[in-house]
């Protein structure tokens, strides 16, 4: 710290910290080839399974590992369906969170492991496992003995008064879960929930692993192609007659939007890639229905009604009124925008009139215009990027983390099989007093067939290992360490005052960067250009690493608590302010430095940035809004009869009324977007 900022305490500023031996590391394992080359090879021992996970060598592990699972799951049950002493039914929810654990410890690595893994056997053999242990989930999700039992122990003094603040709100958890499976009906109604619930489970896998559009490019003339980069063209084009194919979606799509002069050209390319194949709006159809028929079945409403009961917002009441309050004060910045762009539009015409309307597809190429007005003329767009190299970002959060709760990234040579692909880098979490919290494994660089999405995978949540588990694991594994037994071979750790074990939580972040440029042997190594982040790079980063240090510090001896296990719109809070740190000053002085001459980053360029992402906001906020009000209207009270029976669902229609009533800008009238709407899936009704 400055002697200047020594004399200013309520000054808010955090000092850089390079000093430790892992800084540099941290920074070269992700900027460095031939750092990362030598530091993966020093890779050595016998082969262990994915994630360190003793049954995961091999695909067929996954039955092996499932089959296990459902055995403990069948002993717990057992154990609190036969509870009779105070003491057996105090136990009783850390018995049923060490059951919703076991399921977890399948159900997490499976969904992981069959949407990221590049082996198809590995991804077939995750899908199977997931199956398995999800239908199995819903058979004990509408097992009323157990529910009877929690009821039972919630309702006796005696009992519910030894419950330490964790085990009340389990059981208060656990009854609410219970209580939205159908317990309470007869037997054949369980066995049509569990049927109904399988069945939403298969449809949403089908809608996300096939979310496309109907046509994978489109055929423009030559004539068509003005203002789009030539280069990007040739790279990414493929020749017709008289003109060229341009991909409809991905960056070549974008860019054609941002820079096409031909009006037509545009609106062609954007309805071709927000019009989704009619299988998969089948597809997703057939979803919402069946999910409303969950619904009905556990006494909601609606599938809305059922899962904001547990949420923040409460109700879809609450929900539709703050979207429609948002709406309108959003709409003077909307329509101040599109009357900007609606100028820019009248000049770009032939007659220069005016009254020409802004349309879906006009978005993005009068924003870039608007943007190339204010974007200062020294600079060109990706010069910010030069002092945002991936590792020194992986730098700066562990910087970053160390400063606010005292947390950093160490890099971790894998043992053979630990990772699915060889550019994955595994950071041991270290807290400066309790030791080794976490594993976050890094997958950041694109690579052919890898999802574009960036995402926050939870593979296993904190939670404590009791004795009697491990006394159970060495029983039935005399030949292993207990402790890992106990853990499947995954990370524990041992807390040194109170001798108790807690199997770590395990985290993988997906991301889809640029990898480094290839060497050149001409070339003096240490000059190798890194991957470089745009702002927008570096604020996903911020985001995803939010939900990740949820997860991180989140520890608790119950796992249906710990981390991100929680109000599923509460668990966005954290990654969300994770955002305004990446703008902070003070946050930009731990790391952001040029990448080959260390010069620190002025910070009036990031606000020159933040200005130009301004640009366009409002639309992009409307956007969302009426995003969220149509997976209000997918998961509303008119998607069912009384009778449970499904109405005649026609989702586009949905889409262009919505658009219609509440949207400010045009939207095509054969577009089906819907079809692209993976949250749909995992945040369905929220």
Known sequence: MSTTEAHHPTLRTFATDSSHPDDHALRSIFDSRSFWKDFSATTT?????????????????????????????????????????????????????????????????????????????????????????????????????????????????????????EETMVARILLKDFSRSAIDLSQ????????????????????????????????????????????????AAKRTFGG????????????????????????????????????????????????????????????????????????????????????????????????????????????GSQGHPIGGWDKEYYRSQLIAQKRSKARKPDFLSAYFSLGTVMQGLSRLFNHLYGIRFVPTTTAPGETWNSDVRRLDVFDENQGRI????????????????????????????????????????????????????????????TNEIYQLPAIALICDFEPPPPSHHHSNQSEQEPTLLSFRDVQTLFHEMGHAIHSFLGRTAFQVVSGTRCATDFAELPSVLMEYFASDASVLNLFARHWRTGAPLPHSMVSERLAIDRIGEGMETETQILLAMLDQAYHGEEIIRPNNKPKNLDSTRILHDIYARHGTVAEPPETSAQGMFGHLVEYGGT
């Not at 066995?191 to 619930?197: H, I, K, P, R």
């Not at 109907?214 to 003339?221: C, E, I, M, N, P």
């Not at 909601?300 to 609450?318: I, V």
Request: aromatic share 6%; hydrophobic share 40%; proline share 4%.
């Open 438 to 497: 976490a594993v976050l494994y890094c997958d950041l660089f694109a690579r052919g067939g890898k999802s574009s999405n960036p995402a926050h995978f939870t593979l296993r949540c904190s939670r404590r290992i009791s004795p009697g588990e491990i006394e159970e694991a060495a029983h039935l594994h005399p030949n292993l360490d207990p402790v890992q037994a106990a853990s499947d071979g995954m990370a524990t750790s041992r807390n040194d005052s």
């Open 188 to 235: 054949e109604r369980r066995q049509s929930f569990v049927e109904l619930s399988n069945r939403v489970n298969q449809l949403g896998q089908s809608f996300v692993r096939n979310i496309s559009s109907a046509k994978s490019d489109v055929s423009l003339q030559h004539w068509q192609l003005k203002g789009m980069n030539p280069v990007l063209l040739h790279q």
């Open 45 to 165: 021992g016998p082969k262990k399974g994915l994630f360190q996970n003793r049954y995961l060598t091999h695909p067929d592990g996954f039955l092996e590992f499932s089959r296990r699972t459902v055995d403990r799951c069948q002993s717990i049950a057992a154990t609190v369906i036969h509870a009779s002493s105070r003491d057996q039914f105090r136990s009783i929810p850390s018995q049923l969170d060490r059951l919703s654990d076991s399921l977890c410890r399948v159900l997490d690595v499976a969904d992981f492991v069959r949407m990221t893994h590049p082996d198809h056997a590995f991804q077939e053999a995750a899908t199977d496992a997931y199956s398995m242990l999800f239908e199995y989930m819903n058979v004990l999700n509408t097992t009323p003995e157990l529910k009877v039992q929690l009821e039972t122990a919630a309702a006796n003094p005696e009992v519910s008064a030894l419950w330490n603040e």
């Open 244 to 351: 060229l194919s341009i991909p409809t979606v991905g960056t070549v799509a974008i860019a054609a939007l941002r820079s096409l002069k031909d009006e037509s050209a545009r609106r062609e390319l954007y309805v071709a890639g927000r019009t989704a194949p009619r299988s998969q709006l089948q597809t997703l159809e057939e979803f919402l229905q069946t999910r409303a028929q969950v619904a009905a079945l556990s006494g909601y409403a609606s599938y809305a009604k059922m899962n904001l009961s547990d949420k923040l917002a409460g109700t879809p009441e609450a929900v539709n009124l703050f979207l429609q309050t948002l709406l309108q004060n959003n709409k003077p910045r909307v329509e101040s925008e599109v009357h900007q762009m609606a100028q820019l539009k009248s000049l770009e015409s032939l007659d």
